[in-house]
Protein backbone atom coordinates (compact mmCIF):
# COMPACT_ATOMS: atom_id res chain seq x y z
CA UNK A 1 0.00 0.00 0.00
CA UNK A 2 1.23 3.81 -0.77
CA UNK A 3 0.43 5.68 2.03
CA UNK A 4 -3.02 7.12 3.22
CA UNK A 5 -3.71 9.84 1.00
CA UNK A 6 -2.41 13.54 2.95
CA UNK A 7 -5.06 15.72 4.31
CA UNK A 8 -3.80 18.57 1.90
CA UNK A 9 -4.22 16.33 -1.56
CA UNK A 10 -7.82 15.23 -0.04
CA UNK A 11 -8.73 19.17 0.11
CA UNK A 12 -6.92 19.82 -3.25
CA UNK A 13 -9.05 17.25 -5.02
CA UNK A 14 -11.92 18.29 -3.51
CA UNK A 15 -11.72 21.61 -3.91
CA UNK A 16 -12.47 21.02 -7.66
CA UNK A 17 -15.32 18.90 -6.93
CA UNK A 18 -16.82 21.40 -4.63
CA UNK A 19 -16.09 23.96 -7.32
CA UNK A 20 -17.80 21.67 -10.19
CA UNK A 21 -20.83 21.09 -8.07
CA UNK A 22 -21.25 25.00 -7.21
CA UNK A 23 -21.81 25.43 -10.51
CA UNK A 24 -23.91 22.56 -11.75
CA UNK A 25 -21.28 21.21 -13.75
CA UNK A 26 -22.35 17.42 -14.79
CA UNK A 27 -19.11 15.87 -14.08
CA UNK A 28 -19.38 16.08 -10.14
CA UNK A 29 -22.09 13.66 -10.52
CA UNK A 30 -20.33 11.65 -13.14
CA UNK A 31 -16.95 10.59 -11.20
CA UNK A 32 -16.45 6.82 -10.92
CA UNK A 33 -14.95 4.99 -8.08
CA UNK A 34 -11.51 5.46 -7.40
CA UNK A 35 -8.94 2.33 -7.45
CA UNK A 36 -7.63 0.25 -4.75
CA UNK A 37 -4.03 -0.55 -4.48
CA UNK A 38 -4.46 -3.48 -6.07
CA UNK A 39 -6.56 -2.38 -9.15
CA UNK A 40 -3.30 0.12 -9.19
CA UNK A 41 -0.77 -2.32 -8.76
CA UNK A 42 -2.02 -4.47 -11.54
CA UNK A 43 -2.46 -1.30 -13.87
CA UNK A 44 1.71 -0.58 -13.20
CA UNK A 45 2.91 -4.25 -13.83
CA UNK A 46 1.21 -4.34 -16.98
CA UNK A 47 2.17 -1.26 -17.85
CA UNK A 48 5.76 -1.62 -16.81
CA UNK A 49 5.14 2.26 -15.21
CA UNK A 50 5.83 3.50 -11.85
CA UNK A 51 3.32 6.04 -11.01
CA UNK A 52 4.26 8.97 -8.71
CA UNK A 53 2.41 8.74 -5.00
CA UNK A 54 0.43 12.00 -6.26
CA UNK A 55 -0.67 9.88 -9.18
CA UNK A 56 -1.68 6.48 -7.56
CA UNK A 57 -4.24 9.07 -4.86
CA UNK A 58 -5.76 11.01 -7.91
CA UNK A 59 -6.38 7.76 -9.57
CA UNK A 60 -7.49 6.24 -6.49
CA UNK A 61 -9.95 9.37 -5.22
CA UNK A 62 -11.61 9.12 -8.79
CA UNK A 63 -11.02 7.20 -11.70
CA UNK A 64 -12.17 9.38 -14.41
CA UNK A 65 -16.14 9.60 -15.32
CA UNK A 66 -18.88 7.48 -16.02
CA UNK A 67 -19.44 8.44 -19.31
CA UNK A 68 -23.63 9.90 -20.45
CA UNK A 69 -23.09 7.39 -24.00
CA UNK A 70 -20.57 4.28 -23.57
CA UNK A 71 -17.58 4.40 -25.48
CA UNK A 72 -17.78 8.20 -26.38
CA UNK A 73 -14.39 9.70 -25.46
CA UNK A 74 -15.87 13.68 -24.82
CA UNK A 75 -18.99 15.44 -23.25
CA UNK A 76 -19.91 17.70 -20.40
CA UNK A 77 -20.02 14.84 -17.77
CA UNK A 78 -16.10 14.58 -18.29
CA UNK A 79 -14.76 18.45 -18.88
CA UNK A 80 -12.68 19.81 -16.30
CA UNK A 81 -13.67 23.18 -16.57
CA UNK A 82 -10.69 25.21 -16.70
CA UNK A 83 -9.44 25.32 -20.50
CA UNK A 84 -10.83 22.23 -22.75
CA UNK A 85 -9.67 19.12 -20.84
CA UNK A 86 -11.69 15.67 -20.22
CA UNK A 87 -10.74 13.82 -17.42
CA UNK A 88 -9.50 10.17 -18.36
CA UNK A 89 -9.33 7.01 -16.16
CA UNK A 90 -6.34 5.44 -15.45
CA UNK A 91 -7.30 2.45 -18.45
CA UNK A 92 -8.36 5.33 -20.84
CA UNK A 93 -4.44 7.26 -20.19
CA UNK A 94 -2.79 3.76 -20.39
CA UNK A 95 -4.61 3.40 -23.74
CA UNK A 96 -4.08 6.78 -24.50
CA UNK A 97 -0.23 6.29 -24.08
CA UNK A 98 0.16 3.24 -25.99
CA UNK A 99 -1.73 4.98 -29.39
CA UNK A 100 0.49 8.06 -28.75
CA UNK A 101 3.69 5.84 -28.65
CA UNK A 102 2.60 3.85 -32.03
CA UNK A 103 1.90 6.99 -33.77
CA UNK A 104 4.95 8.64 -32.52
CA UNK A 105 7.19 5.77 -33.67
CA UNK A 106 6.53 5.87 -37.13
CA UNK A 107 7.74 9.55 -37.07
CA UNK A 108 10.40 9.65 -40.01
CA UNK A 109 11.80 13.09 -39.82
CA UNK A 110 14.77 13.49 -37.13
CA UNK A 111 13.23 16.78 -35.85
CA UNK A 112 10.34 15.00 -35.02
CA UNK A 113 9.37 14.72 -31.27
CA UNK A 114 8.58 11.49 -30.00
CA UNK A 115 6.05 10.26 -27.11
CA UNK A 116 8.85 8.74 -24.40
CA UNK A 117 7.44 5.71 -23.12
CA UNK A 118 7.72 6.68 -19.24
CA UNK A 119 5.33 9.88 -20.32
CA UNK A 120 1.10 9.60 -19.02
CA UNK A 121 -1.37 11.60 -20.13
CA UNK A 122 -3.80 12.69 -17.50
CA UNK A 123 -6.16 15.11 -19.14
CA UNK A 124 -6.86 15.14 -22.96
CA UNK A 125 -8.31 17.06 -25.61
CA UNK A 126 -8.42 17.06 -29.38
CA UNK A 127 -4.56 15.17 -29.50
CA UNK A 128 -3.28 17.83 -26.84
CA UNK A 129 -2.52 16.15 -23.31
CA UNK A 130 -1.22 17.55 -20.01
CA UNK A 131 1.22 14.33 -18.76
CA UNK A 132 2.96 13.26 -15.92
CA UNK A 133 6.47 11.16 -15.98
CA UNK A 134 6.57 7.57 -14.53
CA UNK A 135 10.00 6.08 -14.29
CA UNK A 136 11.88 4.36 -11.40
CA UNK A 137 12.27 5.42 -8.91
CA UNK A 138 9.10 6.42 -7.91
CA UNK A 139 8.56 10.22 -7.03
CA UNK A 140 6.25 11.54 -4.66
CA UNK A 141 4.88 14.08 -7.22
CA UNK A 142 4.86 13.84 -11.05
CA UNK A 143 6.10 17.00 -12.87
CA UNK A 144 3.49 18.38 -15.35
CA UNK A 145 4.06 18.95 -19.22
CA UNK A 146 1.71 19.40 -22.58
CA UNK A 147 1.73 18.13 -25.58
CA UNK A 148 0.07 19.66 -28.32
CA UNK A 149 -1.21 18.91 -31.59
CA UNK A 150 2.12 19.68 -33.17
CA UNK A 151 4.42 19.21 -30.13
CA UNK A 152 7.03 22.14 -30.21
CA UNK A 153 7.91 22.14 -26.27
CA UNK A 154 6.95 18.88 -24.44
CA UNK A 155 9.74 19.10 -21.80
CA UNK A 156 8.90 21.93 -20.39
CA UNK A 157 7.54 21.50 -16.31
CA UNK A 158 4.52 23.81 -16.46
CA UNK A 159 3.73 23.03 -12.86
CA UNK A 160 5.58 21.54 -10.15
CA UNK A 161 3.34 18.78 -9.46
CA UNK A 162 -0.28 17.43 -10.34
CA UNK A 163 -2.08 19.01 -7.27
CA UNK A 164 -0.24 22.22 -8.62
CA UNK A 165 -2.24 21.95 -11.92
CA UNK A 166 -5.50 21.01 -9.85
CA UNK A 167 -5.08 24.00 -7.61
CA UNK A 168 -4.65 26.38 -10.75
CA UNK A 169 -8.06 24.64 -11.94
CA UNK A 170 -10.15 25.17 -8.29
CA UNK A 171 -8.85 28.40 -8.47
CA UNK A 172 -10.35 29.62 -11.98
CA UNK A 173 -13.80 28.05 -11.25
CA UNK A 174 -13.87 29.38 -7.86
CA UNK A 175 -12.73 33.16 -8.89
CA UNK A 176 -15.61 33.01 -11.38
CA UNK A 177 -12.80 33.11 -13.95
CA UNK A 178 -14.53 30.04 -15.77
CA UNK A 179 -18.36 29.45 -15.68
CA UNK A 180 -20.25 26.84 -16.48
CA UNK A 181 -23.99 27.30 -18.36
CA UNK A 182 -26.23 24.15 -18.10
CA UNK A 183 -28.39 25.51 -20.47
CA UNK A 184 -25.58 24.77 -23.15
CA UNK A 185 -23.81 22.43 -21.36
CA UNK A 186 -20.33 24.67 -21.74
CA UNK A 187 -18.20 26.00 -19.94
CA UNK A 188 -17.41 29.79 -20.74
CA UNK A 189 -14.12 31.22 -19.65
CA UNK A 190 -12.06 34.98 -20.77
CA UNK A 191 -10.39 35.23 -24.11
CA UNK A 192 -6.72 32.99 -24.88
CA UNK A 193 -4.23 33.43 -24.55
CA UNK A 194 -4.54 33.61 -20.61
CA UNK A 195 -2.13 36.70 -19.17
CA UNK A 196 -0.46 34.31 -16.51
CA UNK A 197 1.92 32.54 -18.11
CA UNK A 198 1.90 29.71 -15.49
CA UNK A 199 -1.83 29.60 -16.00
CA UNK A 200 -1.42 29.56 -19.48
CA UNK A 201 0.24 26.74 -19.75
CA UNK A 202 -2.16 24.47 -18.36
CA UNK A 203 -5.12 25.99 -20.09
Not at 38 to 64: F, I, Q
Not at 151 to 170: C, G, I, K, L, M
Amino acid sequence: MIGRMPDNEIATFERLRAAWRSQGAPVADHLNPGLDDAALDDAETSSGLLLPVEMRRWWGWHDGVRRRVAGTALGPESRVGAGSWDLLSLDEALRHRALMIQLTEEFEEEDEVFWRREWLPVVYYDGSYLFVTCGEPRTDHGEVRRWTRIPDDPDTVRAASWSEAVTVFADLLESGGHTYDPETERWEGPPRPHGDARIRGLL
